[in-house]
């Protein structure tokens, strides 16, 4: 047998090789569809009251850019601080990541960037437009009224706020108990209001007269003054009953002092949960005594279940009728309510007396939080009538000069962010109706809606790169979930029940970086593109160009394979059909 | 240095000693020992090499391909429906005349599902142009891999290293390792004849019109022609420094046999009990030991088994409609050959099934004591 081996050479070893460039072979003119790169709108974001842009908020976050991800969120929302902590997170409820494992902890998030990115603060404020020489009166300096002159002074208006109370801030300077929201928080994102420009005139309560004589040196009005006297119960004996409202604002006083024995509050929203929290850490055993069933209060549901973890008794179903005084002490009677088979005109059961009975409860301290209503006749927006713009958050009336009605009094639900959102939409209103008139101003409205509204983009009336954003709307399915694993939601650190009830120290902790960056790390950033590249890697042609961090699609090659699209894992590719 | 060590874990040696830089499998029982070894001295850094992890093996054999087209060492392993699903990329492999190295070890196909010993997996891809090598223990398998590089690289077609899963992949047996420095000696650096490289691109595997398809496949027969002639220049030089040889086929007491009994895999080892036994009682029995498979050594089979009386091919695989596939091969062999002794069909040992001394002995009796072949194959050890 022949043993010599073979130069390499000898080898027969015809192969298909050419060194002449492919590209010849102009691939591209094989399409019949041709995608690109189209942005769609997360659904957090059409949720959010504000319209922030979540998705690029989380994705900016978790590239650690935490002043950009501020700067993305003052460009929708003053008060990310004051938000991350009180809002009732309607964004984390259509969180497209619940259909994985849980929503992404969004408002932890907000809460994150609003305390922790620092910058220079101009640099992070929105870019104003110059001066336009018109000036805006702004009745009350709570969160609509605060985000009205943010926003109107963003858009070149000058801004001057009335606030009766000796600090501005309305509800979340006076309203809310330091431990959902420290003073310190709220002063910091007021402050950085006022040096964005706009001047708050505190310790002057405004009047009808005033507002006659201001109409001849402002422009526009905006009203946003709020709830600011308790309702009555209309019961005898209701004088020895004390107003939460009051009690809530005296603790943010400064007026802490120690509470013992047992107390009653009568109520079932957010108001009297506070009332009744406040009690529970100023040392006494507070009962709330509610007429309907515990799940028909108005009071958020995390609120609830907290006041009843911190040792706060529910009594639902009673509802009180008198009010005596016995030895120094109270004894409230209350009537004995069942549901029946009616609906109030919000949708809610109807409670009515459940036969005769009678049940008294003795007290040492009574506390009503059963609503509020404004504390004058002019607060109130007008009513359906010719010449009224009502809006999906303010009122608009008159003509010369405007008012613009806003705040809890025409938002739909009564929430800080639908504040904020009322004080942006009444700032675009008075925009478009000074810039082309009065009819105009639906129509531009509805061009800034993020998804199908009403959520209200400032980033999209400035012409910023939302105005190009499909309103489609992101859903679970538009994922690529093949791009994500389970991962548990992120739990901020909180206080132990037993220390809680003994202070009004904030419950929960801001998140840590490595928290912040795990948490992030979980939004799929729905409909928008993170750079993840993975439609440049996987392109068969080659044909994804990425020049200047911008990627293109070259059509000399792109066959319309759709595999980029495909792969894309949020949705922010689009295939068009050829034309 | 002399090692007791397991079937797959003699190739993991082979192919860590012949410092392969690109490994891509994905696994199956019971090849899954070999890249289990592998990955982890890719992990540890005993291999300087990149292991690539695939979701199947139709991308394990992509991603070997990929690399061996720029140039560098490749190695992968498969088995049974692996082996099935890699078909397509198999001939790619050889008409793109890469010199991958491949262990397969031979495991039945299903349904019903079955992970044990049959060759029908291997045999099936015996017309995708790759090489296939049959070894008998870890021994062999681990010096058959070594020269399957040398034999691959030579000519530029992929080699199969295959072996009897469990008989031979899970079995520990003394196994002598190699020092590197020996091996160096036997197996230089690749030097690719085909290497794509970006700072000089061009293509390859593009558009073959009629007017040269039909010679690129002539090459490739041309190139296979000559494997057994480089094969025993490569076991020539392994011999000079290991001392071991092996040859396309070994023939065991042939010379005056009246009746050869040819087998494969471990079933030799057996074979060689048998023929011992039965030489002892007067019976003028050989064996022959066919390890290539591809290119079938169709000369050697004439010079060897054309003076018998009698053939008798003990197939551990079956070709549906016809018969055991290496008794086809044979009879094809044989039959342009001056003479051409009767080849008896034996089926034995399929899906993992033992093929022991005794079914041996009956495949021989059955033969010396049929005056004519009445089937192409006959099924033995099949249960009543």
Known sequence: ?579 | MKQVIEGSHAVSEAVRLAKVQVMSAYPITPQTHIVEALSEYCADGTMNARFLCVESEHSAMAAVIGASSAGVRTFTATSSQGLALMHELLHWAAAARLPIVMAEVNRALAPGWNIWMDQTDSLAQRDTGWIQLYCEDGQEVLDTTLQAYRLAEAINLPVMVVMDAFFLSHTFEPVDVPDQELVDRFLPPFSPRIEINTSDPFAIGQMAPPNVYMEMRHDIQKAMELVPGIFTGVEQEFTKIFSRTYGPVEKVLCNDAEIIMVVTGTAASTCREVISDLRSKDEKVGMLKLKMFRPFPTDLIREYLGRAKKIAVVDRNFSFGASGIFAQEIRAALCNNNTHPPVFGYIAGLGGRDVTPEILSEIYWKTKNSPILENESVWVGLLD
């Open chain 1, 1 to 579: 047998m022949a043993a010599k081996q073979k130069h390499a050479e000898q080898i027969p070893l015809f192969i298909s090789r050419s060194n002449i460039s492919t590209e010849i072979n102009k691939t591209g003119s094989w399409r019949f569809v041709r995608p690109k790169y189209h942005e769609k709108t997360a659904p957090c974001s059409a949720a959010c009251p504000a319209g922030e842009d979540i998705a690029r908020i989380e994705m900016l976050s978790n590239q650690g850019r935490y002043s950009d991800a501020l700067k993305t969120i003052l460009l929708e929302n003053p008060f990310p601080s004051v938000c991350g902590r009180v809002c009732f997170h309607p964004c984390e409820t259509v969180c497209n990541r619940a259909g994985l494992d849980d929503p992404v902890a969004i408002h932890d998030l907000e809460r994150f960037i609003g305390d922790t990115a620092d910058g220079d603060e101009l640099k992070l404020t929105p870019k104003k437009l110059p001066e336009n020489g018109k000036t805006v009166c702004i009745v009350g300096a709570g969160p609509s009224g605060l985000s009205a002159g943010y926003f109107l002074s963003q858009l070149g208006y000058v801004c001057d706020i009335y606030e009766a109370q000796s600090e501005p801030g309305g509800i979340l300077r006076w309203g809310i108990p330091g431990y959902r929201l420290p003073n310190a928080v709220v002063a910091s994102e007021i402050r950085r209001i006022i040096n964005f420009g706009v001047k708050i005139i505190c310790n002057t309560p405004v009047t009808q007269d005033f507002l006659e004589k201001a109409k001849v040196r402002y422009h526009a009005f905006f009203i946003g003054c709020g709830y600011g006297r308790s309702l009555k119960m209309n019961i005898p004996g209701e004088n020895m009953a004390l107003d939460g409202l009051e009690f809530l604002n005296s603790l943010r006083d400064g007026k802490i002092e120690p509470i013992n024995g047992t107390a009653a509050v009568i109520g079932g929203g957010n108001t009297a949960i506070d009332v009744a929290r406040s009690l529970v850490r100023l040392g006494a055993a507070a009962t709330l005594i509610y007429r309907r069933r515990k799940q028909d209060m108005p009071a958020f549901k995390a609120e609830v279940e907290m006041a009843v973890k911190e040792g706060v008794k529910i009594k639902e179903l009673f509802s009180p009728i008198r009010i005596k005084e016995d030895a120094g002490e109270y004894v409230l009677s209350l009537q004995l309510m069942k549901t029946s088979d009616m609906k109030t005109d919000g949708g809610r059961v109807r409670v009515i007396p459940d036969g005769k009975a009678i049940r008294h409860l003795r007290v040492q301290k009574i506390f009503t939080a059963i609503g509020a209503e404004p504390s004058a006749s002019w607060q109130f927006p007008p009513g359906e009538h010719t010449g009224t713009l009502h809006l999906s958050h303010c009122t608009l009336t008159g003509n010369n000069p405007p008012f613009l009605y806003g705040g809890d009094l025409t938002n739909p639900i009564k929430s800080v962010t639908d504040a904020i959102a009322s004080g942006k939409q009444a700032a675009m209103a008075i925009d478009i109706f000074f810039n082309q008139g009065r009819h105009a101003v639906e129509n531009g409205l509805s061009f800034c809606l993020v998804g199908k509204g009403p959520a209200l983009s400032m980033e999209r009336y400035m012409g910023g790169k939302r105005s190009v954003r499909d309103s489609h709307i992101v859903s679970y399915g538009d994922i690529n979930i093949d791009y994500f694993s389970m991962a548990g939601r992120v739990k901020t650190a909180s206080i132990e029940v037993n220390h809680r009830i003994r202070s009004f120290d904030e419950i929960e902790a801001t998140f840590t970086i490595s928290q912040a960056m795990e948490e992030t790390r979980r939004c799929f950033n729905c409909g928008i593109c993170n750079a993840c590249d993975n439609c440049r890697i996987f392109c068969p042609e080659i044909a994804v160009i990425l020049q200047d961090s911008e990627r293109r699609i070259n059509l000399d090659y792109c066959k319309g394979c759709g595999i980029c699209v495909f792969e894309c894992p949020r949705n922010a590719m689009g295939l068009e059909e050829e034309s």
